[in-house]
């Protein structure tokens, strides 16, 4: 087995993560929207491969969210629904974001992202001085001790603190005023122009509208949905009575939401158009708080159980809760633009049955016969953008490996059962019989595994494409094959070859694409 050595020393993040980009686009992952017309900003198309490692992730989920758990249920609802959903929701009302713009660059911001991104840069000077420490004192090093007692670090952990508790308050309160004082007096200057000369903040609405109908008739104003939940909430009462489901319950949908996303520059990471996979998980009041640990603890162990390392994932847990929960956290992910959410998990309590039941006149409750009593229920939401597990995924993979022999390999150390292609098909030569053999290697294991046929090429440079786009095997099919139905198996990761009988390799695919939750 060749020895390989990593050299994940990348200049920086930021260009790591150009490199994800130009690699997700160089083989048929990820395109801009409308390229050919400059592009459409934060909308982008998924190719040849992108779209089966979706698909492939969407099925991990719903695998293990709906057919893994008896009690819950998925359903698909339609993007358009009634208006009134949104004044119920409280989308109408309270779904905003707060801008400010910077009169001398005439560049638009998320208020809440400049101080966000104030805060992250003092919590990056605390980390650097505890990395500094740890080289000086080496393996007597006390990280814990060492944060609660450094004086420079304890200083900026309070400035964190009341910076944060300020503008949460504000925030919280609508005092847009005082968000931008404090942007003032924290002298946050706009990354372009350099400046402090910023407008007013004002709310902006997330949601994009459109005319249903003729507008010539009667138009009436609906939006796009921002979340999938509410086509769930609506049809909460729809699924409980036709699928006779008894509380614990949930209802999951994968599907896609709308956002006028202001601050949209990086990448898949903030779209206008992407898609989220959500479970509503109804609930018997008061027994939310045992309900949302259960639920952290099973999304934590989803994503843990794809092999990536545990220390690439924190819980946030949310200082300003949105309208409807009472309790949230998030699952956030180490991106090449540092941690940030990938999923939510939120206590929504009965907000949003509530509101539908006063809005649409109608009952939206359960009866509990061991109650003897009816209710609304409460509900723990799960809540993960399909395009952010997507970049997750792709980043942690991609890496640049100088090999033993001084050559270097671009390779994805996808999960095998998310890889869009599980084994490529490679007769060694295109002639003496062996693409027909090829072939039927090819028949054998096409129902059952994504596979790829390719002739073209040397075995080698076919190998290094298959490794881009993290094929965990290669099957070589050489003049051996011919005489004793053996082929060369290929693992991507330790590049190992062994010889195994052509009736062996379904059951060694299928026991590498198996998942532990
Ligand atoms: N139903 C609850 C809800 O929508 P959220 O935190 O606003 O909660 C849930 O969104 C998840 O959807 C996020 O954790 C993120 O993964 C994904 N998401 C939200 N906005 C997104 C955007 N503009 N682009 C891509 N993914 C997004």
Redesign the pocket.
């Known amino acids: 087995m060749l020895r390989i050595f990593y050299f994940c020393a990348m200049a920086n993040n930021e260009e790591l993560f150009k490199k994800i980009i130009a690699h997700s686009k160089e083989y048929g992952f990820i395109f801009q929207s409308s390229e050919i017309y400059d592009g459409l900003s934060a909308v982008y198309d998924y190719g040849q491969n992108g779209s089966e490692l979706k698909n492939n992730i969407k099925a991990y989920w719903w695998k293990s969210m709906v057919q893994m758990h008896e009690n819950i249920v998925g359903i698909d609802s339609a993007i358009f629904m009634h208006p009134t959903v949104w004044k119920a929701s409280g989308h109408i009302g309270a779904f905003n974001d707060p801008l400010i713009d910077n009169k001398d660059s005439k560049k638009r911001y998320r208020a809440d992202v400049l101080v966000e991104d104030f805060m992250a840069k003092i919590e990056a000077k605390n980390a650097a001085d505890i990395e500094k420490a740890r080289k000086r004192f080496g393996d007597t090093f006390d990280e814990q001790q060492f944060v609660e007692t450094n004086a420079r670090v304890l200083e900026r952990k309070n400035q964190i603190a009341e910076i944060s508790k300020r503008f949460y308050k504000s925030l919280g309160e609508n005092d847009l005023a005082d968000i931008k004082l404090q942007i003032e007096e924290l002298g946050i200057v706009c990354p372009v122009s350099g400046s402090k000369n910023w407008t007013e903040v004002r709310q902006f609405n997330l949601m994009f509208s459109t005319q249903i109908g003729s507008v010539s008739e009667e138009a009436n104003e609906i939006y796009l949905r921002?979340?999938?939940?509410q086509g769930i909430f609506v049809n909460y009462l729809n699924v409980q009575k036709t699928g006779r489901m008894k509380i614990p319950f949930g209802i999951a949908q994968i599907g896609k939401?709308f956002?006028n996303?202001i601050v949209a520059r990086q990448f898949?990471?903030?779209?206008?158009e992407?898609e989220?996979m959500?479970m509503q998980y109804f609930i018997k009041p008061g027994t939310e708080m045992e309900w949302f640990e259960y639920w952290k603890s099973a999304r934590i162990k989803w994503h843990k159980a794809l092999g990536i390392p545990a220390t690439k994932y924190r819980f946030h847990d949310h200082e300003k809760l949105a309208h409807y929960a009472n309790a949230a956290t998030?699952i956030e992910f180490d991106f090449p633009i540092g941690f940030k959410?990938?999923?939510?998990i939120?206590s929504r309590t009965d907000f949003d049955l509530s509101a539908h039941q006063e809005y649409s006149g109608k009952k939206l409750q359960y009866f509990d016969p061991e109650l003897n009593t009816s209710y609304v229920p409460y509900v723990i939401?799960t809540?993960?953008?399909l395009?952010?597990m997507f970049l997750a995924i792709i980043s942690h993979a991609f890496d640049e490996e100088t090999l033993e022999d001084g050559s270097q390999r671009v390779v994805l150390h996808l999960p095998a059962i998310l890889a869009p292609v599980k084994a490529a098909i490679l007769p060694l030569m295109k002639k003496d019989g062996l693409p027909e053999k090829a072939q039927e290697v090819m028949d054998i294991l096409k129902y059952d595994f994504n596979c790829q046929y390719e002739e073209k090429d040397a075995i080698g440079k076919r190998y290094r494409r298959q490794d881009a786009i993290g094929t965990p095997f290669c099957i070589t099919i050489d003049h051996q094959t011919l005489e004793d139905n053996t082929v060369t198996l290929r693992e991507r990761d330790s590049m190992a070859q062994v010889r195994i009988e052509i009736s062996k390799i379904n059951d060694i695919i299928k026991d590498k694409l198996k998942i532990e939750f």
């Open positions: 921002p979340e999938t939940a939401a956002r996303e898949i990471f903030r779209m206008r992407f989220q959500e998030d959410e990938l999923e939510g939120h939401e809540s993960i953008g395009d952010r």
